[in-house]
């Protein structure tokens, strides 16, 4: 996995790009003009938070047990590429609970990058000290 065909050019730009899509569908089906019946996003958009969020649930129970499967078969090429089916599937989900809620990737992205070269042991301990925890 992970050789130079199965990587996007700029994630970052494809993980934008999808979630235009994404924010399109969720304003055309307030506006009435994307079907549920046609549109999977559409769907999920017409459940409202609790099926948006319960989809994320059941997407990461499936990305854990392909991966406990992956695991199992000592990472086996056609488990990895199932593993990364359902870890795709995940991250849709994901960005379908951020349009909703008003967030981007960019969102995410940047939290990322701004704890980049902070240990998560340190950060956490920080959070102790400031009664954060
Ligand atoms: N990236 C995705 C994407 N990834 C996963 N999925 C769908 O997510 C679903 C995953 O659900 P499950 O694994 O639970 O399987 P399921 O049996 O279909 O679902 P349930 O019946 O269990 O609810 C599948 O129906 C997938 O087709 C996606 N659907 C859409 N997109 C993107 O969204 C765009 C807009 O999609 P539409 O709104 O459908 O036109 C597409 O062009 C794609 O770029």
């Known amino acids: ?22 924010d399109q569908r969720r304003d055309a089906f307030k506006a009435g003009q ?8 559409a769907l999920l958009f017409s459940k409202g938070d609790d099926g948006i969020l319960k989809k994320i649930g059941e997407e990461a129970t499936e990305a854990v047990m392909a991966a406990k499967d992956a695991r199992h078969a000592n990472l086996a090429p056609e488990q990895q590429k199932l ?13 379908i609970a951020l349009s909703q809620f008003g967030l981007r990737p960019e969102d995410v992205v940047g939290e990322l990058e701004r704890r980049l070269g902070t240990s998560g042991i340190e950060e956490k301990a920080a959070r102790k000290a400031n009664g954060n925890d």
Not at 1 to 22: F, G, I, Y
Request: one cysteine or more; glycine letters at 2%; aromatic letters at 6%.
């Open 83 to 95: 593993l990364v089916g359902e870890m795709a599937d995940l991250w849709f989900h994901c960005l």
């Open 1 to 22: 996995m992970n050789k130079a065909n199965t990587v996007p050019a700029d994630l970052n730009r494809s993980l934008a790009h999808l979630a235009d899509v994404v």
């Open 34 to 41: 994307a079907d549920p019946k046609t549109s999977y996003t």
